[in-house]
């Protein structure tokens, strides 16, 4: 099956500096990134996705890359600010209809200092 | 997200009884998922169902059972086989994009 690996498992940055978070997965059939950002105790909430026909897709200050040749996918936070201090999860998944679900990495704990 | 409901928002089971974990979803989903997370764990699926009236198993489901009668609801019963239940339960529902529930924070006394 799918595996995801996630790194660093921890991140440290100062205010105003950019994050970046990396991910590889195993299966070439995945095509479907999405990431979550969790908050102490909340749920899990989806904050940008990435389909395996874009390389690339941003939305404010958070970007998302994929590179399929290596399988491996990373997601960008620029300007950091406190309240993206948080959990950030990757996730596979390839679309076989009734097997569709997403594997998970193991997360990355982003500390944003002031 | 707002159209996910869980409930109870916490429970207390004593060892050796079963509970349920109630999921709702009003967002047409036909997918369904649960999903356990220990403390500053990832998340780790214990039963997903694609249709109503079938599931599947996760890669945690011993000591779980869940039904899915109806396409809204997705319960989880956590049995007394499941030896080490405390931990942070969370419910999903996709159509193509996957969204959580607010989770049911599980607590053996």
């Known amino acids: 099956g799918e595996n995801v690996e996630q790194h660093p498992s921890t991140l440290s940055v100062q205010e105003g500096d950019s994050a970046v978070i990396k991910c590889t997965y195993s299966?070439?059939?995945?095509?479907?990134f999405p990431w979550y950002k969790q908050e102490l105790g909340k749920r899990p909430q989806l904050i940008i996705d990435?389909?395996?026909?874009?390389g690339e897709k941003k939305d404010q200050r958070i970007a998302v890359t994929l590179n399929k040749t290596a399988k491996h996918f990373s997601l960008h936070i620029t300007e950091t600010q406190p309240e993206d201090s948080a959990v950030y999860f990757c996730?596979?998944?390839?679309?076989?209809?009734?097997?569709?679900?997403?594997?998970f990495g193991t997360g990355t704990r982003l500390q944003v200092t002031l | 997200d707002g159209g996910i409901t869980q409930s109870p928002k916490y429970l207390f089971r004593k060892e050796g009884q079963n509970v349920t974990l109630s999921c709702e979803q009003n967002?047409?989903?036909?997918?369904m998922y649960w999903y356990r997370q220990d403390p500053g764990q990832g998340l780790r699926l214990i039963y997903y169902?694609?249709?109503?009236?079938?599931?599947q198993k996760g890669d945690i489901a011993e000591g779980y059972s869940v039904s899915r009668e109806k396409k809204e609801s997705f319960p989880l019963t956590v049995t007394s086989a499941q030896k080490n239940p405390t931990a942070f339960y969370l419910c999903?529902?996709?159509?193509?994009?996957?969204?959580f529930g607010p989770g049911t924070r599980l607590t053996v006394l």
């Open positions: 967002l047409n989903h036909d997918a």
């Open positions: 169902s694609q249709i109503v009236n079938d599931f």
């Open positions: 999903a529902s996709a159509s193509g994009t996957q969204y």
């Open positions: 996730a596979a998944r390839k679309n076989t209809g009734t097997a569709s679900k997403l594997t």
């Open positions: 990435i389909r395996s026909n874009v």
């Open positions: 299966d070439s059939a995945s095509n479907y």
